[in-house]
């Protein structure tokens, strides 16, 4: 039919299936020598959480492996809340940075302070930030180590008390009630904010 001006797109609804085609057209497409873009998506995925897992599954096993050109995530859903995710998905393999990285550790017997309410306030505060990585860490046992490739850091230092890094570089400890502006403070001092 002499078509060469296409897209492929193979989607399926279960994600074995979805990712064996994909894997089979390109070593296909490769040893033909065959350069087409590949659209990825898993067809059918649901809603909810469910609907975002499996979408997830599917894409960035294939994004991962090298293989895939667009990407859809089709969910039960409003079409807006697609994008979203979508992004995401990029964001997480690093091939696309359109919010903030947050870094957070598991909560445990040396977490010294409520983790899982920091890091909600930490992204409500700063979630309209772009090409930011920014790490919360319960204590400075681990902590430091752990968020060493973040720009910046809020770290349990001692009880009632947070150490905010630049980097790997503590810069300064403050109470832990004023954790959250400081942080939004080093930030500005160092012309990563804009107003949101």
């Known amino acids: 039919l002499d078509f060469h001006n296409i897209v492929i797109s193979m989607k399926a609804s279960r994600v074995p299936v979805m990712l064996a085609a994909y894997r089979l057209m390109a070593r296909r497409m490769d040893e033909l020598g065959m350069d087409y873009p590949l659209h990825l998506g898993v067809t059918e995925a649901g ?31 409003a079409p807006e809340k697609e994008i979203p995710v979508c992004y995401s998905i ?45 790490a919360v860490m319960g204590c400075i046992v681990n902590g430091p180590g752990e968020m060493a490739d973040a720009d910046y850091g809020y770290v349990g230092k001692q009880a009632g008390y947070i150490s905010l890094y630049r980097g790997r570089e503590e810069i300064k400890k403050v109470p832990e009630e004023q954790g959250v502006e400081e942080l939004i403070n080093l930030i500005k001092a160092d012309g990563r904010w804009v107003d949101p």
Request: charged share 25%; glycine share 10%.
């Open 47 to 77: 809603d909810g959480e469910y609907g975002r897992i499996k979408s997830t599954a599917g894409i960035a096993t294939l994004l991962a492996d090298g293989i895939g050109d667009t990407i859809r995530v089709s969910l039960t859903e």
């Open 90 to 134: 990029l964001q997480a393999l690093g091939l696309r940075k359109t919010m903030v990285e947050y870094v957070a550790c598991p909560s445990c017997g040396r977490t010294l302070f409520n983790l899982e309410e920091v890091l909600h306030t930490v992204r409500e505060a700063t979630k309209h930030l772009t090409g930011l990585d920014i």
